[in-house]
């Protein structure tokens, strides 16, 4: 059976870190491109990261440019993706999700994803 699972979240006070990870189960991670998407309350899930099936192309979304890493070891099947100088507007459920049609590259759209996680809940506050 096919899984993502993400962990790692928590709470945080602001200007805090966490390191997310999402690990697969059931099939090779490394043949897909993987994004993360959070969810705040009454807002719409939204693309924050990417990165491609080799780990050679990233995405970010603007608000978190300099403050969060993606990447990914193959090898133990998992991607990460390390949160610095967390903010409030940081909170959400965050979500991983797989993508088997991308080629080269990866992408933000939800559209674009076959297979996501149950997410992990992250909070910010002091």
């Known amino acids: 059976q096919l899984q993502l699972v993400e962990s790692g979240g928590g709470l945080v006070q602001p200007g805090g870190s966490l390191r997310l990870s999402c690990a697969a189960s059931?099939?090779?991670?490394?043949?897909?491109?993987i994004g993360w998407f959070r969810q705040a309350p009454g807002k719409e899930r939204e693309g924050v990261s990417c990165i491609s099936s080799g780990g050679t192309s990233t995405k970010y979304v603007d608000s978190v440019k300099g403050r969060f890493t993606i990447s990914r070891d193959n090898a133990k099947n998992t991607v990460y993706l390390q949160m610095n100088s967390l903010k409030p507007e940081d909170t959400a459920v965050y979500y991983c999700?797989?993508?088997?049609?991308?080629?080269?590259?990866?992408?933000?759209?939800?559209?674009?994803?076959?297979?996501w996680g149950k997410g992990t809940l992250v909070t910010v506050s002091s």
């Open positions: 999700a797989a993508d088997r049609g991308a080629v080269g590259g990866c992408s933000l759209l939800r559209s674009a994803m076959d297979y």
């Open positions: 059931g099939f090779t991670l490394g043949y897909y491109a």
